[in-house]
């Protein structure tokens, strides 16, 4: 069991950068593999980056080069480095904590989400 709590959205203009921070609590957060997605009006929740418990990093190919997905397991937290912000990447960005139950099962653990508009 998790709770996760995202924080640091707003409104960037183009170009502008911004980090958004998740913060997990109620479990152990290093056995966890961590996400952040996002879901623009209209469209469905899309996978930005992830990062497993042991570091490595998967990127979507929109963000590839421009975003940066990080942990710190002492302050049970993971971060998004966004920079380079489009228009396109306005969103409800979501984090989401993974962690495997049985071979063939995994438990989700969502955030309620922050918001990122990017805006001139």
């Known amino acids: 069991q998790v709770q996760l709590v995202e924080s640091g959205g707003g409104l960037v203009q183009p170009g502008g950068s911004l980090r958004l921070s998740c913060a997990a609590s109620?479990?152990?957060?290093?056995?966890?593999?961590m996400g952040w997605y996002r879901q623009a009006p209209g469209k469905q929740r899309e996978l930005v980056a992830l990062?497993?418990?042991?570091?490595?990093?998967t990127y979507a190919e929109s963000v590839k080069g421009r975003f940066t997905i990080s942990r710190d397991n002492a302050k049970n937290t993971v971060y998004l480095q966004m920079n380079s912000l489009k228009p396109e990447d306005t969103a409800i960005y979501y984090c989401?904590?993974?962690?495997?139950?049985?071979?063939?099962?995994?438990?989700?653990?969502w955030g309620q989400g922050t918001q990122v508009t990017v805006s001139s």
């Open positions: 990062i497993t418990n042991g570091g490595t990093t």
């Open positions: 989401k904590a993974d962690t495997l139950v049985t071979s063939l099962k995994s438990l989700s653990f």
């Open positions: 109620g479990s152990i957060f290093s056995m966890y593999d």
